[in-house]
């Protein structure tokens, strides 16, 4: 079951996901995680209380499609 909550602003919704959803999304450990967020190279997390964090769900699915768009001009221009 996928940790998934919904947060109200203004005029938008956003779903935020766990740790959990994250990394099986992104298929990375959790120190790669730590490591990405640090360098910058992957959207911080959203804190909700003193021990708990979660990703705006749009964000993550923005740098998984940038991967995906990266990886795929590289393709590319590797067959030109």
């Known amino acids: 079951m996928a940790n998934i ?4 602003t203004s005029c938008e919704t956003y779903q935020l996901l766990r740790r959990g959803e994250v990394l099986a999304r992104c298929a990375f450990s959790n120190s790669t995680l730590h490591r990405l967020i640090k360098s910058g190279d992957f959207p911080p997390p959203i804190q ?6 979660a990703w705006i769900e749009s964000e993550i699915n923005s740098w998984i499609e940038q991967r995906i768009e990266n990886a795929r001009c590289s393709e590319s221009d590797a067959l030109v």
């Open 5 to 8: 909550s919904s947060v109200s």
């Open 48 to 53: 909700l209380g003193s021990r708990a964090v």
